[in-house]
RNA sequence: GCCGGCAUAGCUCAGUGGUAGAGCAGCUGAUUCGUAAUCAGCAGGUCUUCGGUUCAAGUCCGAAUGCCGGCUCCA
């Protein structure tokens, strides 16, 4: 200890009183002092100079403090690491042989990873759980030791933990000297913590999955067993965390897929083909539509462009070097070596390439709903969300340098635009920077991330840093679309990319006279039109806003009487545009809505003989309410409004 | 690709070694009915595929395929 301490430091209780107090006493001591007994009781944590800590933990210098108690930001991701410490406890007293790797509390609960001779089952997970109770019972005081490298070495050796050793290695080069390590009972971790004072308080949890997962997420390490849980401070909580999930599943777009007959998959077909049924094609067709007009409107030109190409043209673009894991293995045609293509720029590149290029072109904006074939592993593919064959709403922009950050303002412009359109307002962006592997100079790289972040924060948008998660061409910007569940997708990306023009010797021929290099931007609004797809039957819960359902108004008869009114009800409504069925059949009205109904039809429209002799109809929608008789063009004007609306946002 | 699970009628599922079942959907008939299911009848399956054990396999074993939950990867 320096000669200048002393045993007396300065607390400052949530910046307002000051307190002297003896150096290195617990911060529950001091909170104890200063707080009612109930509250001081109730803390569970305390925040140091702002740093979440140990109630437990010595007060070694002047500070700042404040209690932190249940629900308070941070703690519930507290809680769950404290669950899953419980949880490597009751597998540890209930598996004898069993290694424990890492336990982290994540998004919506928490995770351990173990190391065991054969595969758990749900039976196990189940004792696992009941074991867990008993622990939480025993209320034990989970205590923080902070010890040397050397000294948790030994510990862990003597425990046999290889993984937490392997874990302390890596400390130990990046030159830490101590760690800290927690104790509940007999078990032990190796842990930054901060933990919660003992295991009482676990109150609400469950565990709610079980998954193999490799050691550091790399697929060369072990394959280690993942038990998944979740936890909560109250059992209410937990409860409506669990009925999210039930909605989640009600929402799964595959089932409704199948329910809704909009898209199938078919083992004698391929996984990861999809099959687009009349109902889902529809829907694509009016986001085709909308999309492509939506491009023509700002100034962008359409493409077609076939779905193979010579191997050659891979070879050139650098796709045989850097993405032939992902594609389909050549076939030959008439001696010649060709591929699908797993991208569409290489073809738009030669469109530009078939003349000489003026700078006075520039910016060119080009656009292709281009279908691209990619092999993705048979554990990654996922409905609609991960598939083999998509057709992406691709577009590239070729501009100078100058002209880059402008157009990278209009395209997240008109991205935003398009999402918001669909009903998403809510996105997570992210930037992302130069991989492992690579092409292009380094400071090509750099121009372009600067680029890319400039345009987003002259926009005010907030975005991360995604750091080496670009493509191996360029960074990019990706954007997470959040639906109403708050589940994040990736569609959009745009892409810059300084190194395809260099290789296929893309030029235009400047104010100077001279040759130089545009930049070409790739982007995707969308995605795919798969996934986007899919997201949108989840987002919507298949219950599509009225532009986009397959039909958009059914009309119901009474009984036959009305079969003649209702019939021309029908042909006005399509002769006006729009989606319209009958449902004449000899069933009772209530089996009809219910039909109508469980396809989630916007509009009922109810044809008795009150209707035939008024020429009117009654429209129900799928919400369950009653419009009030109307005329049939009171109707068309209606849903014209509402199907226009959505476009002013 | 890896770990684990699953595969029975269009869908949801029952059937754990002894002759394949239900509900819904479908079809036929009756019923003419006002805001989420009218009644009756009929039809529908080489139990994913291939191989093995057994007197006997939907059921037990092995493999393949596909799907599901994760990991990794990603639009």
Not at 297 to 323: E, N, V
């Amino acid at each position: 200890m320096a000669e200048t301490e002393t045993d007396v430091i300065t607390v400052t209780f949530n910046g307002e009183n000051t307190e002297q107090v003896k150096r290195g006493i617990p911060a529950s001591e001091f909170l104890a002092s200063v707080l009612s007994r109930k509250r001081s009781k109730n803390a569970i944590l305390v925040r140091i100079d702002g740093e979440l800590k140990d109630i437990s933990a010595p007060l070694t210098h002047d500070c700042g403090i404040e209690a932190v108690f249940p629900g308070d930001d941070n703690t519930l991701e507290v809680l769950r690491h404290t669950a899953a410490h419980i949880m490597a406890q009751a597998v540890k007293e209930l598996f004898t042989d069993v290694q424990v790797a890492i336990g982290p509390a994540i998004e919506n609960g928490f995770y351990y990873d173990f190391d065991y001779q054969r595969p758990f089952t749900p039976e196990d997970l189940k004792k696992i759980e009941a074991r867990m109770e008993e622990i939480v019972k025993r209320s034990q005081d989970i205590t923080r030791e902070d010890i040397s490298l050397d000294e948790a070495e030994k510990r862990f050796e003597k425990l046999g933990e290889k993984y937490k050793l392997e874990i302390l290695n890596v400390l130990d080069d990046q030159g830490e000297e101590e760690v800290s390590i927690y104790s509940q009972g007999e078990f032990v971790d190796l842990c930054r913590g901060p933990h919660l004072p003992h295991t009482g308080y676990l109150k609400a949890f469950k565990l709610t999955g079980l998954a193999g997962a490799y050691w550091r997420g790399d697929e060369t390490q072990p394959m280690l067993q993942r038990i998944y849980g979740t936890a909560f401070f109250d059992k209410k909580s937990l409860k409506e965390y669990l009925n999210r999930l039930e909605e989640a599943k009600k929402r799964d777009h595959r089932r409704l897929g199948r329910d809704l007959d909009l898209f199938s998959v078919h083992e004698e077909i391929g996984p990861g083909l999809i099959l687009w049924h009349p109902k889902g094609g529809i829907i694509r067709k009016i986001i085709e539509d909308f999309w492509r007009n939506e491009h023509f409107r700002r100034d962008y030109d359409m493409l077609f462009t076939p779905h193979i190409a010579r191997r050659d043209l891979w070879k050139t673009s650098g796709h045989l070097d850097f993405y032939s894991e992902n594609m389909y293995l050549p076939m030959d045609i008439d001696e010649v070596s060709y591929q699908l293509r797993p991208m569409n720029c290489p073809f738009h590149i030669a469109i530009y390439n078939s003349r000489i290029r003026s700078y006075r072109e520039l910016p060119m904006r080009w656009c292709e709903l281009g279908t691209v074939y990619r092999y993705e592993r048979t554990g990654t593919l996922h409905g609609l969300m991960r598939v083999r064959g998509f057709t992406q709403d691709d577009g590239h922009v070729f501009c100078r340098p100058d002209q880059l950050s402008k157009e990278i303002h209009e395209i997240l412009d008109l991205t935003l635009y398009v999402l918001r359109v669909f009903g998403f307002d809510r996105y997570e962006i992210y930037l992302s920077t130069r991989p492992d592997k690579y092409v292009g100079s380094d400071e090509n790289w750099e121009s372009a991330t600067d680029a890319l972040s400039q345009s987003l924060e002259t926009q005010g948008l907030t975005y991360e840093i995604d750091p080496g998660e670009g493509v191996f061409y360029g960074p990019k910007i990706d954007i997470k679309i959040k639906d109403c569940l708050d589940r994040s997708w990736q569609c959009s990306t745009i892409q810059v990319d300084f190194n395809l023009p260099e290789r296929f010797d893309v030029r235009y021929i400047g104010e100077d006279g001279q040759p130089h290099t545009p930049i070409m931007v790739h982007r995707a609004l969308l995605g795919s039109l798969e996934r986007f797809f899919g997201v949108l039957i989840e987002h919507y819960a298949g219950a599509f806003p009225l532009w986009l359902a397959p039909v958009q108004a059914i009309v119901l008869t009474v009984t036959d009487r009305q079969d003649q009114w209702a019939g021309s009800v029908t042909k006005k409504l399509k002769a006006a545009g729009i989606r319209t069925k009958a449902d004449f059949r000899n069933e009772k009205l209530g089996k009809k809505i219910r039909e109508a109904q469980l396809d989630k039809i916007p509009y009922m429209l109810i044809v008795g003989d009150q209707e035939v002799i008024d020429m009117t109809v009654s429209p129900r929608t799928r919400k369950g309410q009653k419009l009030n008789a109307m005329s049939l063009d009171d109707f068309i004007a209606l849903v014209e409004r509402e199907c226009r609306d959505v476009f002013n946002c």
